[in-house]
C-alpha cells in the first residue's frame, strides 16, 4: 500500500515509534561507518519552495549514504503549479523517481502533490506543520531522557509562537502519552482546533496537555524546554508587535532555565534568532542538545526514506540482471557505431 509522510496524525503510535527504532538502528551502523545501502539506486525528488538547511542536507545525504541520489529542484526549474498543473508535476516525477520531499509555501501544495503521486511523497515542512522535524525530536528526546523515565512520562514544554512546528510536536507528544505544555501569551497559543486534536490523543494515549501563559509554571516539572523562532515567513510586519508580547517574559534565558529541574535539556529546531527567543547563555549550555536534535536530522531522515521506499523496490535475481545486460551487451557488439 502506498503511504505517504504528511502528518504525524496519519500513523499510529506504534507505527511512529517502528519508524524511531528504525531510525535508530541505522544510526547506530552509521556510527561505526556500515550505513547498508537499503535505497541502492533510488532516486528522490526534492522541492523546495523556500530555502533550507538542515532538510536539504539531511535529506540529500541520506538519499547518497543510503545507496540512492537525491535532486533538488526548486521554483524557476520546475513547472510546480505555474506552467504545469501540480497533478502533472506529481505525475512525471512519480515515473522518474522512487520518491518526492517537498517543502511548500502552503500545506494544500503537498496534500495535492500526494493526491495524485504514485510513489510516497514526504512533507519537509509547510505553513503549517514540520512532521520529519518532531519525529526527529522524539527521537532526540529518548536519547536523552532522564534515567529511569519512560517515553509516558516525560515533560515537554515548548515557549514561544504557535508556529508550523508546534503544530506537529503538540500532536507527537500527546500521541506518544507524553505530558505536554505549551507557554505563550493568549493570542499566540496553540489554536483550539490543535488542542482539540491533542486533547483526544491525550484520551487515547494517556498523555496530558497544558496550555498556560506562565512560562515560569510551564518549565517546573519539564524535563525538555523546546522554543521555536516567534515570526514566521510573510509575518515581517508583525516583528514589533510579536516582541513586545514576547519579550521578555517568555525569551528562554539563563534565569527562566534555571527554574526548571537540574536535569532539563534545552532544544530549538534551528535556525534561531540568537538573543531573540533563547540567549546565547542557554543554546550553548552543557545541558543544550541542539546540536545532538540537528544531527538527528539526518538519521531519521534515513529511517523514513529506508520506511517508506525500501519495500516498494524492485529486487531482481543475479540471473535476471544478467540475462537483460547479456541482451543490451550482444546488441551493442553487433551494432556498426562508424569508428
Not at 535556525?271 to 543544550?288: I, K, L
Request: with cysteine.
Amino acid at each position: 500500500m502506498l503511504r505517504h509522510f504528511i502528518d504525524t496524525q496519519d500513523f499510529t503510535r506504534q507505527e511512529l515509534l517502528n519508524i524511531i527504532e528504525l531510525t535508530r538502528r541505522i544510526k547506530a551502523a552509521d556510527k561505526q561507518g556500515c550505513t547498508p545501502k537499503l535505497l541502492q539506486d533510488a532516486s528522490l525528488a526534492m522541492i523546495f519552495e523556500e530555502p533550507s538547511t538542515r532538510t536539504r542536507v539531511s535529506f540529500e545525504v541520506a538519499m547518497t549514504e543510503l545507496g540512492g541520489h537525491a535532486l533538488y529542484l526548486k521554483p524557476g526549474e520546475i513547472h510546480l503549479g505555474v506552467r504545469e498543473s501540480l497533478y502533472d508535476t506529481a505525475k512525471v516525477l512519480s515515473h522518474m523517481c522512487d520518491v518526492i520531499e517537498a517543502r511548500t509555501l502552503k500545506h494544500a501544495t503537498i496534500t495535492e502533490l500526494a493526491k495524485h503521486a504514485d510513489v510516497p511523497v514526504i512533507n519537509g515542512l509547510t505553513d503549517y506543520n514540520h512532521p520529519t522535524q518532531v519525529v526527529c525530536d522524539v527521537t532526540t528526546m529518548m536519547e536523552h531522557m532522564p534515567a529511569g523515565k519512560e517515553l509516558e512520562d516525560l515533560n515537554v514544554t515548548f515557549i514561544g509562537d504557535a508556529t508550523n512546528v508546534l503544530s506537529s510536536l503538540i500532536l507527537i507528544c500527546t500521541r506518544m502519552g507524553m505530558h505536554f505544555t505549551h507557554a505563550a501569551p493568549k493570542k499566540y497559543q496553540a489554536p483550539a482546533e490543535w488542542q482539540a486534536w491533542a486533547q483526544k490523543n491525550c484520551q487515547e494515549s494517556g498523555g496530558r496537555l497544558t496550555v498556560t501563559e506562565d512560562p515560569l509554571a510551564a518549565v517546573r516539572e519539564a524535563d525538555f524546554i523546546y522554543t521555536d523562532l516567534w515570526w514566521w515567513v510573510g509575518q515581517e510586519d508583525q516583528i514589533p508587535e510579536r516582541r513586545a508580547a514576547f519579550m521578555p517574559a517568555y525569551q528562554v534565558n539563563k534565569t527562566l532555565f534555571e527554574k526548571a529541574p537540574s536535569h532539563c535539556k534545552f532544544m530549538h529546531c534551528l535556525p534561531a534568532s540568537r538573543g531573540v527567543e533563547a540567549t546565547d547563555e542557554v543554546m550553548d549550555h552543557p545541558r543544550s542538545i541542539i546540536f545532538d536534535q540537528s544531527e538527528n536530522r539526518l538519521h531519521t531522515e534515513k529511517g523514513l526514506l529506508v520506511y517508506l521506499v525500501y519495500p516498494r523496490l524492485k529486487r531482481p535475481a543475479e540471473e535476471l540482471k544478467a540475462f537483460h545486460q547479456g541482451q543490451i551487451e550482444a546488441m551493442l557488439n553487433n551494432l556498426k557505431f562508424g569508428i
